[in-house]
């Protein structure tokens, strides 16, 4: 907006709206010093962690075998299923996929084995088994689809 003066004759501009002038900040606080771990929290030396444990993020799976579980509770967890697949090796890593929106489990897992041959053992012994009453398959796990898996279908859906 512009405002004359009259006794000037100049014109005056009034600052721009919604525009507030800019403000000085505030000087940085001073951050408290880093708390000591108590000797309570302290981890006991019995329960060191090995290596693999110790790392943090997704596990290397470049070498590992995989196997996919089908036929799955909803309620079906990571713990019930460890036992039970360790019983044939060294588990690299369990993934139980779940659905975006409610998070809840999609009825089926991936159980990655160091070993190819624990992974058949597993593979041979707990296809058609029982697990929370119900037939679980257990199958070597394909390949994931690439991007282009299907040029064909319509994105509109």
């Known amino acids: 907006a512009v405002v004359s003066t009259q006794s000037t004759g100049e014109r005056e501009r009034s600052p721009p709206r919604g525009r507030s002038p800019p403000r000085e900040r505030s000087p940085p606080r001073e951050r408290s010093p880093a708390r000591e771990r108590s000797p309570a929290r302290e981890r006991s030396p019995a329960r060191e962690r090995s290596p693999r444990e110790e790392k943090r ?72 088994s029982r697990l929370d009453g119900r037939e679980i398959r257990v199958s070597r796990a394909q390949h994931a689809r690439g991007r282009d898996y299907d040029r064909s279908r319509s994105r509109s859906r």
């Open 57 to 128: 993020g997704p596990p290397n799976i470049t070498e590992m075998v995989s196997l996919k579980v089908d036929n799955l509770t909803y309620r079906t967890r990571i713990e019930d299923l460890r036992p039970l697949f360790q019983k044939y090796g060294d588990v690299g890593d369990i993934y139980i996929p779940r659905n975006y929106r409610t998070q809840e489990s999609r009825g089926f897992a991936f159980i990655r084995y160091y070993n190819r041959r624990d992974a058949e053992d597993a593979m041979d012994r707990l296809d058609g």
